[in-house]
């Protein structure tokens, strides 16, 4: 594949973090460099506390205190005020986070509505969507219920409808299925590689799941502040 011209949905430049800890200064990122193209799904492994959390959050532009380069579909993330950040998020990235940041209060889904009401998109579209993703994802009987009456595994593929529902050209997912038992946790991040794939979103997901790594497009380490 010849990928000149093609332009990244994010590119990283010696990305840098460094945090204080008990009086003494730990390097946690030490120069990350990483592009990814669009479409193209990315696994981030690496053993707990190597920074990939941190990581997803400066690709997330949902925390500042970093060093180097951030560049989001062309536009470069220091050069954004706050408020062209926040368009950027909204613009290019979906999140697909553990079920707890579901809104308990709303069905499965207003949780997957509402994300996109705040991009703008007109209401009856909203729904249209949201009902075609959680349908996909096998809930089509489950519109109705809070999250506190969905299963664990349903609850997190509320998380992934809700992640892609603005048509996201990166999705970042930390751990998306971390919380569930491994046969639950195989079977959702399955369906979720399907969707994103389907969906042509690209995705950088940290796992510690080896196996279904594999199954992604490239797989990326993080040892020692650095990318291999
Ligand atoms: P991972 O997600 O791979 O488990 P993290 O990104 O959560 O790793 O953490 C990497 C390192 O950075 C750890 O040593 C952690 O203690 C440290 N760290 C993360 N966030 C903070 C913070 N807000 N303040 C101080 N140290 C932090
Ligand atoms: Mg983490």
């Known amino acids: 594949m010849n990928d000149l011209g093609v332009k990244p949905v994010v590119e990283l430049k010696a990305l840098t973090r460094s945090f204080e800890q008990g009086g003494e200064r730990i390097d946690v990122l ?61 613009d290019h990235l979906g999140f697909v986070y553990q079920f707890h940041h579901l809104l308990p209060d709303f069905d499965a889904l207003e949780n997957v509505v509402l994300p996109q009401l705040v991009a703008g998109t007109p209401r009856a579209e909203a729904e249209a969507r949201a009902q075609e993703l959680l349908v996909a994802l096998g809930l089509g009987h489950r519109l109705d219920h809070r999250p506190s009456q969905l299963s664990g595994g349903e609850q997190q593929r509320v998380a992934v409808a809700r992640g892609l529902a603005n048509k996201p050209d990166l999705v970042l997912a930390d751990e998306p299925t971390g919380n569930l038992d491994e046969a639950t946790s195989d079977r959702v991040l399955a369906e979720f590689l399907s969707l994103v794939r389907g969906e042509g979103s690209a995705a950088l997901i940290a796992t510690h799941n080896e196996r279904l790594a594999q199954k992604m497009d490239r797989v ?3 040892h020692e502040g650095l990318l291999a």
Do not use: C, M, Y
């Open 30 to 90: 030490r120069g990350v460099d990483l592009a990814i193209r669009p479409g193209e799904i990315v696994a981030l492994l690496g053993p707990s506390g190597s920074g990939k959390s941190t990581l997803l959050q400066a690709v997330g532009l949902l925390e500042g205190g970093f060093g180097g380069e951030i560049v989001i579909a062309g536009h470069s993330a220091e050069k954004s005020n706050s408020r062209a950040r926040t368009a950027l998020r909204r």
């Open 220 to 222: 990326v380490r993080l």
